[in-house]
């Protein structure tokens, strides 16, 4: 299996903060890259799949970068509605493993 | 849409069962997988499975012994079997359709079940 490291596990910003989680995977995967924001008590909402692509509705201020085995998704400006936990996902191989997850707080 | 149902109580060493309801589009259209992911209380997201309109299974290898997935197209419905269950099966379990069976980007609510002894 391939395994997804997540950093940091959590982090605290301000509104308007720029904010960057990091996702590691433990062999290349291409681009085979989602990222996913969850609400508390909600389902995970598909953020960004192929790295880069912004699923529809998902605003701007979200973006996602990187290939092989490093991998970023940036807030650009974080907004009170972003307090979320956010998981990257890989679809390179069977099974899809997920990031154990980056809980982002507003200070 | 979609819409997961099922008991939110199984007892331990029995099956679980779930069905998944997709509303709002083609449960057999060639763009999708249909997958289940779990997510016990307070921790990180668990690929279950997956299957296509077609009746084709992929399983997560530390499943794969006691989960059936399987599709009913007439119904517009799939669904989840997972056998033996213990109280580490307890979890929110999430119905999702994957797009070429890599992203979720359309989720049930989720449906908590609970494994009692």
């Known amino acids: 299996d391939i395994q997804m490291t997540q950093s940091p596990s959590s982090l605290s910003a301000s509104i308007g903060d720029r904010v960057t989680i990091t996702c590691r995977a433990s062999q290349s995967i291409s681009s085979y890259l989602n990222w996913y924001q969850q609400k508390p008590g909600k389902a995970p909402n598909l953020l960004i799949y192929?790295?880069?692509t912004l699923h529809s509705g998902v605003p701007s201020r979200f973006s996602g970068s990187g290939s092989g085995t490093d991998f970023t998704l940036t807030i650009s400006s974080l907004q009170p509605e972003d307090l979320a936990i956010y998981y990257c996902?890989?679809?390179?191989?069977?099974?899809?493993?997920f990031g154990g997850g980056t809980k982002v707080e507003i200070k | 849409q979609l819409q997961e149902s099922g008991p939110g109580l199984v007892k331990s060493s029995e099956t679980l069962s779930l069905t998944c309801t997709v509303s709002?589009?083609?449960?057999?259209?060639?763009?999708?997988?249909w997958g289940w992911i779990r997510q016990p209380p307070g921790k990180g997201l668990e690929w279950i499975g997956s299957v296509y309109f077609s009746g084709n299974t992929h399983y997560n290898p530390s499943l794969k012994s006691r989960v059936t997935i399987s599709v009913d197209t007439s119904k517009t419905q799939f669904s989840l079997q997972l056998r033996s269950v213990t109280a580490a099966d307890t979890a929110v379990y999430y119905c999702a359709r994957l797009l070429h069976g890599n992203s979720g980007d359309s989720w049930g609510q989720g449906s908590l079940v609970t494994v009692s002894s």
């Open positions: 996902q890989q679809s390179y191989s069977l099974p899809l493993t």
């Open positions: 192929d790295v880069s």
């Open positions: 709002g589009g083609s449960i057999s259209s060639s763009s999708f997988y």
